[in-house]
């Protein structure tokens, strides 16, 4: 008999045959019914295959293997699920090209790098159950540190943006930044760093004991994170807190939170679009300010749902339609545009805008004039990508290694990405043992290296390393031997308690 949560080899096999016989069902469907024979087939196809890889090796859903699985769901995001949606509605791709572009392939072969290099890392390690004494953070401690990390971390992210990032151009930044000082500026980066964490303590702790009161405190996170979003005007904040619990959830109990899953969709549907009509009507057209909105929160919700309601009935004609939500999230085209040009008419970065990594442990205080880029806008302004030379548009990982090396930075530059990940995955898997450090370590290389691929590299990596640093530090100060259990037994054991006992431990 299988033990619990235990996928047979036949399961996952199923499975794999399952989700790319059904990939390709839905683009036969779709060339069926409104298109002709479409190019980008092959590649879908190809990246599928890809991306699916990782079910063939996940014997459980948060074993040494989550991690890979999560990174190829991600990358198939930005990746593949705007050209497989545009085969489903019948729309022809804007410019020609065989059954793989130039592009296309420098894409298959970073994900296939990555992948190989994760494999030589499970491989090396042959990963087993030790011996060790388990550690985790005691319920007291991860409680008071997670709602103080939260608070203080959300009071300067709301500050930032408010007071700091005011009209989005980097004059008035660097104006504000000076006006505020080293030593602030430095407290608020700070505080900027512990809010995901403060998120992660609190999401841990209700995923792991399944209380009614810390069901209601990681709903008013997430609730309080979305309208911290709408009033920065940034999505990804919006979306963050409800991305951090169901990956959580998937990490911690080893099977799919349908119920947040759900929820996530339900917001992605209904108010992607509101967010999309914000940026482009009412802090475009009207010049509305982050401290604006929060001033005068519920008339500024209410003109962003008008605004969405104009651009449903066709107001402004295509200059203010709003992107869907996997044209907003795809880096396919940035990736054409640097393999496109680069080497052509525009010089290889030759690891220009990597300079801020070395730097990462040198605070300003000490170093004023350390290295900064801010890679998405020396992007736009390199190839002439939007009108506004401020706007920020990411290269992707993928688009910048190339951009930086060609090919030998996408195939060395994602394999080494690959071993990382095979590191912090086969170390820090949920089974046999959870911890709440296992977890921030995995989450918060999930949010650099998956979600934060969609940005540039150094914005995503230089954030980690300090994070990596200050978990050891926490780990140090709270972590304290605890005895293993089931944890299946634990949580049912726990439904049998009074709802009013259920915040003590």
């Not at 497989?84 to 894409?107: F, H």
């Not at 959870?434 to 290389?445: A, E, K, P």
């Not at 994070?467 to 530090?473: T, V």
Request: charged share 15%; with cysteine.
């Amino acid at each position: 008999m299988n033990p619990k949560g235990y996928l047979s080899p036949s399961l996952r096999l199923s499975l794999f045959v399952a989700a790319n016989i059904g990939i390709l069902l839905l683009m036969g469907l779709g060339i069926g019914l409104s298109a002709p024979n479409d190019p980008r087939i092959g590649y879908v196809m190809l990246l599928t295959l890809l991306c699916s890889s990782p079910i063939l090796k996940l014997d459980r859903v948060n074993g040494e293997y989550f991690l890979l699985a999560v990174y190829s769901l991600v990358f198939f995001n930005f990746f593949a699920v705007a050209d497989l949606m545009s085969i489903l509605v019948g729309q022809t791709p804007e410019t020609e090209g065989g059954i793989l572009t130039p592009s296309e392939c420098v894409i298959l072969a970073a994900l296939s790098a990555a992948i190989l290099g994760y494999h030589a890392v499970a491989k090396w390690r042959n990963a087993q159950i030790t011996a060790a004494a388990a550690t985790d953070w005691p319920f007291r401690s991860a409680l008071t540190v997670g709602i103080v990390f939260w608070l203080l971390g959300t009071g300067a992210l709301l500050y930032w943006q408010t007071y700091i990032i005011t009209d989005r151009s980097n004059m008035s930044l660097a104006k504000n930044l000076e006006n505020l000082g080293p030593w602030l500026t430095t407290v608020f980066m700070v505080g900027q760093m512990i809010q995901p964490l403060g998120v992660l303590i609190l999401a841990y702790l209700y995923a792991k004991y399944r209380r009614m009161p810390l069901l209601a405190l990681i709903v008013v996170v997430v609730l309080a994170q979305v309208i911290l979003g709408f009033i920065a005007d940034f999505k990804g904040e919006a979306m963050q807190a409800g991305i951090i619990v169901c990956v959580v959830k998937i990490y911690v109990d080893g099977k799919l939170p349908k119920g947040w899953l759900v929820a996530g969709a339900l917001f992605v549907v209904f108010a992607f679009p509101v967010f999309q009509s914000y940026r482009t009507l009412v802090r475009g057209e009207h010049g509305v300010t982050s401290l604006q909105a929060l001033e005068n929160l519920p008339a500024t919700i209410e003109k962003a749902i008008q605004a969405e309601n104009k651009v449903e009935a066709g107001f402004g004609g295509t200059a203010f339609k709003s992107q869907s939500f996997w044209e907003r999230a795809s880096m396919k085209p940035s990736v054409e545009v640097v393999v496109r040009r680069t080497g052509t008419d525009k010089p290889f970065q030759m690891g220009a805008t990597l300079t801020p990594i070395v730097a990462a442990f040198i605070p300003k205080l000490i170093w004023p004039d350390k290295p900064s880029v801010a890679v998405g806008q020396v992007f736009n302004k390199e190839f002439q990508l939007a009108e506004v030379a401020d706007t920020y548009i990411s290269p992707s990982h993928v688009g910048e290694l190339y951009w930086n090396f060609g090919w030998a930075g996408v195939i060395v530059g994602s394999s080494l990405i690959g071993v990382l990940l095979g590191v912090v995955g086969t170390r820090c898997g949920a089974y046999p043992r959870l911890s709440l450090t296992r977890l921030l370590i995995m989450v918060l290389t999930i949010y650099a290296f998956a979600v934060g691929s969609e940005g540039s590299i150094a914005v995503a990596y230089v954030p980690w390393m300090r994070a990596m640093a200050a978990i050891g530090l926490l780990h140090w100060a709270f972590a304290r031997r605890v005895a293993q259990v089931d944890r299946v037994a634990n949580a049912e054991a726990q439904t049998s308690r009074p709802a009013f006992l259920h915040l003590m431990p």
